[in-house]
């Protein structure tokens, strides 16, 4: 089956220590994106790659870092300049970056990845 | 700047209600507007999709209407079961040139009793 798979499910991080979350997806899409969700807020939009080997900050790109090596795998890393990593990461994927005239298309979530500092 | 907002944050109904759901946003400039769903823990799952031309989009039980001009939309569920308890996210997508931005709703926890 298609899909967006996230891991791990859960992921601790102690002080000091980076942390990599892995996003993979296997339904040939072109962008990628990376959401933070935090309690109460909406969804906040880390980075994006519009096509492999490009990516661009988004609202609260501080922190936190990525690589578009392969059209499949989007990984975020937490870096220990995120001074409050904890948090609900989303990664979600839609099917055409570059094409301007194609915006009316859905996102697709994989199922999260809770961070918590030990 | 573009902000959306949900209101209210919960909700709960007898089983076998119909319901409205709430979406407000401040600028009509929008390519499109999404209604997600989310079960505690998980992902977000896309409902429905009603681009900036269309005026409404059904899926079974669910039909989501936009008014671009007001800045509103809503989302009506049918005969309201328990299995729809979940909290309901819209977004919208700007028509801000060179971004690929959702911006999100806050949501509304619904609860539907049995």
């Known amino acids: 089956d298609g899909g967006i798979t996230q891991s791990p499910k859960y992921l601790f991080r102690k002080e000091g220590q980076n942390v990599t979350l892995s996003c993979e997806q296997n339904?040939?899409?072109?962008?990628m994106y990376w959401y933070r969700q935090d309690p109460g807020q909406g969804l906040r939009l880390i980075y994006y790659?519009?096509?492999?080997?490009?990516?661009q900050k988004g609202d609260i790109a501080e922190g936190y870092s990525v690589s578009r090596e392969k059209k499949e795998s989007f990984p975020l890393t937490v870096t220990s300049a995120q001074k409050n990593p904890t948090a609900f990461y989303l990664c979600?994927?839609?099917?055409?970056?570059?094409?301007?005239?194609?915006?009316?298309?859905?996102?697709?979530f994989g199922s999260g990845t809770q961070l918590s500092v030990l | 700047k573009q902000e959306v907002t949900q209101i209210p944050a919960a909700l709960s109904v007898p089983e076998g209600e119909n319901l409205v759901l709430n979406c407000s946003f401040t600028?009509?400039?929008?390519?499109?507007l999404q209604w997600f769903r989310q079960d505690p823990g998980k992902g977000l799952t896309s409902l429905l999709l009603?681009?900036?031309?269309?005026r409404e989009q059904t899926s079974g039980r669910l039909n989501a209407s936009l008014d671009k001009s007001s800045g509103r939309s809503t989302l009506y569920i049918a005969a309201s079961q328990p299995g729809d308890s979940a909290t309901y996210l819209c977004a919208v997508r700007p028509q801000t040139s060179g971004t690929y931005k959702y911006i999100f709703g806050t949501g509304t926890r619904l609860k539907v009793l049995a």
């Open positions: 339904l040939n899409h072109d962008a």
């Open positions: 979600a994927s839609s099917p055409h970056g570059r094409r301007t005239t194609l915006y009316n298309e859905k996102l697709f």
């Open positions: 009603i681009q900036s031309s269309q």
């Open positions: 790659s519009q096509i492999v080997n490009d990516f």
């Open positions: 600028d009509s400039a929008i390519y499109n």
